[in-house]
């Protein structure tokens, strides 16, 4: 199945309706893209919001820049000769698993009890993390093919993972969790 909405559409819908939307599309591929692409002009929207600062700037601009940069150049170096560089993933890796660590155990808990009606986005967010994992294992055995869907799965994960927690970020809500 295709989007049945536009990017238009997509970027105007109340974040739990897009997230729906996101779902309907079967296609993980296409979802990823389609996601992206929402992502992308939802953050120019972000920039222009008169919140704009604090710790939603930071995540956006700092904090998963560095993952999505950091990963990006990692799977480029790697595809030439499409075998792992085991020593930059770890390191990479290490520094990821410290972030998501302080997202499991402090502020997605935090968030679960402020805004309960994002609880199944949020366990989402969270079986990400765990995928991650897994896919972590395949990727210090050399596996490339782990490489690649780790690669794509983070920056799907990241972009959702904003899409959600932004907003609140910038309504006020999201900083009682800090």
Known sequence: MTSAHTIEELIAMPVLE????????ENVAERRAVTAQVHKEIVTTWKQHA????????????????YRNGFERLMRNCEVKR???KTKFRHLNN?????????DHAWFPRLKEGHEEYI?????LEADHRNLVVLEKRVMTGDFAA????YYGLIDHLNREEMIT?????DG????YF
């Not at 490489?147 to 780790?150: D, I, P, R, S, V």
């Not at 932004?166 to 910038?170: A, E, I, S």
């Not at 809500?173 to 009682?176: D, I, P, V, W």
């Open 18 to 25: 897009r997230f729906a939307a996101f779902r309907e599309i």
């Open 51 to 66: 919140r704009w600062g604090g710790m939603a700037a930071h995540l956006v601009q700092d904090i998963h820049p560095y």
């Open 83 to 85: 075998e792992v560089d």
């Open 95 to 103: 520094s990821l698993h410290h972030h998501h660590s302080i997202e």
């Open 120 to 124: 199944p986005e949020i366990r989402q």
């Open 147 to 150: 490489l690649t869907e780790f």
């Open 166 to 170: 932004v907003p609140w970020l910038l």
């Open 173 to 176: 809500t999201g900083a009682l």
